[in-house]
């Protein structure tokens, strides 16, 4: 996967098994938290590979995601999360995001 990032002409590469390996770990992550089958898990995320490898790692395991788009109102958000009974919300705390390779 190549990440065009938003700065013109920085990019990412990651490969299939770096990939591979963040949903791994991710997957751990939400079944070390008791996150399973049938559960979901809002995603809150700027558009970057862990964007990516968190919604892979929910279906690796059975989890529901919901992608929540980063233009709404923080009353729009909490709305969603209660809608779609979310167990988890998976967000970051920077704007600034790496795949961590």
């Given at each position: 996967m190549i990440w065009e990032k938003d700065e013109p002409?920085?990019?990412?590469?990651?490969?299939?098994?770096?990939?591979?390996?963040?949903?791994?770990?991710?997957?751990?992550v939400f079944l070390s938290r008791?996150?399973?089958?049938?559960?979901?898990?809002?995603?809150?995320?700027?558009?970057?590979?862990?964007?990516?490898a968190t919604m892979l790692a929910c279906a690796r395991i059975g989890v529901i995601h919901s992608?929540?788009?980063?233009?709404?109102s923080s009353n729009a958000i909490a709305t969603r999360v209660q809608d779609a009974n979310a167990v988890a919300i998976v967000t970051a705390n920077e704007g600034t995001v790496s795949s961590g390779s």
């Open positions: 002409g920085t990019h990412e590469n990651i490969s299939y098994g770096q990939l591979l390996d963040m949903v791994c770990r991710i997957s751990n008791g996150i399973k089958k049938g559960d979901v898990v809002a995603i809150y995320l700027p558009i970057c590979p862990l964007a990516i992608v929540i788009f980063a233009g709404f």
